[in-house]
């Protein structure tokens, strides 16, 4: 029998055995990486494009530049494009980042070749036509008015530009004006010098069957396609980081307010990145974590708070986000400062730390176990500028790390004296 009264024993993984792609350069130089994994009749198909918001000229190109693929090509209409894969059970999902462009179709593998007709057609001949343009523009503005009555829009555009300044990608803070400069030819621009098969990597996961690789092989990857066949160039932007220690933005209607709290922080190249993983999930990372059980179980500050790294290339950004009632705003943010000094001068004890880190090693566990899963994990490796390693070494220094590995890396990563303050609500008298 069972006894419910013992706790089962926690075993933790020797070593995670992370799936590596096959890998294949097609005939016109394309990279296909390929994850078979799965039984299910489905297969995922990413593009991924070096051409972000890092590249761009204007605001706001990059991001529609992407977005407008799906809105009329030399075949189809933007109609016809979504009725089409909607008939055949297809899923397209468009998405820019900061150095890189994504496009993601999901498909049955009985009507793989179908799909791919219409995806080829997406990703070779878009027409950026001018009405669905117009439209995603003014939806676009719609939104963007909306958003800048949300005192957590407001407090983020805050902590950005203050970390970053405002000539820096991060910083530089879109306006209402930068949706009305975009227009076909400036999105033809960037399409031209950044979609073409010398500036992108194919990722194929799921069930993948050799008809599948015959299809993406003959479609994209025989000869070359596109215009400007030129290497992006990889550009290094500087930080300018606001004097000021306490950035005050007024929403005088809003009976909560949102605290913002920043600092730049690791690459994921940096020697203590994968260590500080851990501190920021202790920190503030997960529902256990300090900050969740001091300022949310505790003192019934707010229903929320956490801490994160943000990945951007070159420096990251370390933030502390929650939103609480006017009042309690200057209590919280003294219990964020309390909560460091702990961190930066105390032990955490063993049973904590084993606790983070038997909930860190069950997500990467959880993370891995599927077949897009795996494609988002490599996709993001090779985002990163990853080595093939690095799920390997994320376990270990999750593993390794000791209390005072964590003391010793909060003093040296959470300065209190550089931690930028953005608040979006009520002034309080």
């Not at 792609?21 to 005939?27: D, G, M, Q």
């Not at 179709?105 to 219409?118: A, C, D, G, Q, R």
């Not at 215009?227 to 950035?247: A, G, L, Q, W």
């Not at 600092?263 to 503030?284: A, C, E, Q």
Request: with cysteine.
């Amino acid at each position: 029998m069972l006894n419910r009264t013992i706790q089962p024993k926690i075993l933790e993984p020797e070593q995670l055995s992370i799936q590596m792609p096959e890998r294949i350069v097609l005939p016109n130089g394309i990279l296909l990486n390929i994850l078979n994994v799965g039984d299910s009749e489905v297969v995922r198909i990413d593009f991924l494009i070096e051409g972000g918001r890092w590249q761009q000229t204007q605001p706001l190109q990059a991001l529609f530049t992407n977005r407008m693929l799906r809105e009329g090509t030399r075949r189809y209409t933007a109609a016809e494009i979504a009725e089409k894969l909607d008939y055949y059970g297809a899923w397209l999902e468009l998405s820019s980042a900061s150095e890189h462009a994504y496009v993601t179709l999901y498909s049955l593998n009985k009507y793989l070749p179908e799909t791919l007709e219409v995806l080829e057609s997406i990703i070779k001949e878009p027409l950026f036509p001018e009405k669905e343009l117009g439209v995603l523009i003014d939806n676009n503005i719609q939104q963007f008015t909306v958003n800048t009555s949300k005192v957590d829009f407001l407090a983020h555009r805050g902590l950005v530009k203050a970390v970053y300044g405002d000539q820096h990608p991060c910083g530089r803070l879109v306006q209402e004006e930068d949706y009305r400069r975009i227009n076909p030819s400036v999105l033809h621009d960037f399409y031209t010098r950044y979609y073409h098969s010398d500036d992108c990597t194919i990722y194929l996961s799921g069930k993948v069957t050799d008809g599948c690789i015959r299809m993406i092989e003959t479609l994209f990857g025989d000869i070359p396609f596109g215009t400007d066949f030129r290497r992006p160039e990889k550009k290094k932007h500087f930080s300018v980081t606001s004097m000021e220690k306490r950035i005050f933005i007024e929403r005088p209607d809003t009976l909560q307010s949102a605290v913002r709290m920043g600092i730049l922080s690791l690459g994921n190249n940096h020697p203590d990145y994968l260590k500080v993983r851990v501190l920021v999930t202790l920190f503030g990372g997960y529902f256990g974590s300090r900050l969740m059980s001091n300022i949310r179980e505790d003192k019934g500050y707010t229903y929320g708070i956490s801490a994160g790294i943000i990945p951007y290339p070159g420096e990251g950004l370390l933030t502390v986000s929650a939103e609480t009632t006017n009042e309690f705003v200057e209590p919280l943010i003294s219990e964020v400062y309390h909560e460091i000094d702990r961190l930066q001068n105390e032990l955490v004890s063993d049973a904590e730390l084993s606790m983070v880190k038997n909930y860190m090693l069950g997500e990467m566990c959880r993370s891995y176990e599927s077949a897009f899963s795996l494609a988002d994990a490599w996709i993001f490796a090779q985002a990163s500028g990853l080595a093939d390693s690095y799920f390997a070494d994320a376990l270990n220094a999750i593993k390794e790390i000791m209390p005072e590995d964590i003391r010793e890396l909060a003093g040296r990563h959470l300065c209190k004296e550089k931690l930028k303050e953005v608040v979006s609500g009520k002034k309080m008298s």
